[in-house]
């Protein structure tokens, strides 16, 4: 499909990609269509990691990487060096509305983006730390509070989305001049501050043996080479829902991220529509060293417990 057919409309649109809800490639077209002006904010001039449903989200998706070779001329490459392949990845980047409808025409439900942009690559905007929660234990509306409690007190004001699923994202845009490792392990050092006032309802420990239960604050999204669901993507739910930025006052027992779905979003406002400038994190580093929690980088794939 060239950039002239792509504004005609998907091919087959018919095809259903949401069976439980009946939304079909057509409807993930109107939605990428309402929203893109939103969507470009977050998935525009980044990497993406690509997850197409070609066959519906009840049949086995796939993440695509490397942009295929037959993918129009008007959807750019950013070819990044990838040390676990031992070779170049050529992602897809966004730019336009037109690069949108043509990842919707080939079934892409899930935008993941890298966390920095083209034109400063490896110097990540901001710092996510992902709370998901189990079927017990405390709420992800719960510790998201407690995370912003720990980004108040080091003076670093925090932006809120569901994950699509059932968790949240809490976001700290950042000055573009620190490593993915570097925030890392500054991430790291938030998430164990947050937990050693909340240890029996919180943890940072990435093994599930070690968590007794407790909810992870996920601080290993902030690696070079890691990906997060990008705001204003759909998700392969159900319901398709949506990875929806929110007020934080919209953060209480009442949310409830099945009902922000494709067919919901478009007529919500954007939370996120003057978000905060990136922060300078000396000053916060300092502080969480202060407290023992000295930001260090480490990989999410370490025997060794985070908590002592």
């Not at 942009?67 to 040390?83: E, F, G, I, N, Y």
């Not at 290993?220 to 990875?243: D, I, K, L, M």
């Not at 478009?266 to 202060?290: K, T």
Request: proline share 8%; with cysteine; glycine share 6%.
């Amino acid at each position: 499909m060239t950039q002239q057919d792509a504004a005609d409309g998907p091919s087959r649109p018919e095809k259903v990609l949401w069976p439980a809800v009946g939304l079909t490639k057509r409807d993930l077209w109107d939605y990428v269509d309402a929203c893109a002006t939103r969507l470009l904010t977050t998935v525009g001039d980044r990497p993406l990691s690509l997850k197409r449903f070609p066959d519906g989200i009840d049949a086995e998706g796939f993440f695509q990487k490397d942009l295929p070779d037959w993918a129009p001329d008007h959807v750019r490459r950013c070819r990044v060096w990838s040390p676990t392949s031992e070779r170049e990845i050529a992602y897809a980047v966004a730019d336009d509305v037109a690069d949108l409808r043509w990842l919707a025409n080939i079934a892409v439900v899930e935008f993941h983006a890298l966390s920095w942009r083209t034109d400063k690559p490896q110097r990540p905007d901001g710092v996510v730390l992902d709370l998901d929660p189990g079927d017990d234990g405390v709420s992800a509306v719960t510790a998201a509070w407690w995370v912003r409690e720990t980004l108040d007190a080091l003076g670093l004001p925090a932006l809120v989305k569901t994950s699509g699923k059932r968790g949240l994202h809490v976001h700290v845009p950042v000055e573009r001049r620190y490593s993915p490792g570097v925030l890392r392990g500054f991430a790291l050092a938030i998430g164990r501050a947050t937990a050693a006032a909340h240890p029996r309802e919180l943890t940072v420990e990435m093994r599930k043996a070690r968590r007794h239960g407790r909810l992870l604050v996920d601080w290993s999204r902030n690696g070079e080479q890691q990906t997060a669901v990008s705001a204003w993507s759909p998700r392969a739910t159900p319901q398709a829902t949506v990875a929806t930025p929110l007020a934080w006052d919209e953060v209480d027992a009442d949310l409830d991220p099945a009902a922000l779905t494709i067919s919901s979003v478009p007529q919500r406002g954007d939370p996120w529509a003057h978000p905060p400038a990136g922060a300078r994190i000396e000053r916060a580093c300092h502080a969480l060293a202060d407290q023992g929690f000295e930001p260090k980088d480490r990989s999410p794939r370490s025997s060794a417990p985070v908590e002592r």
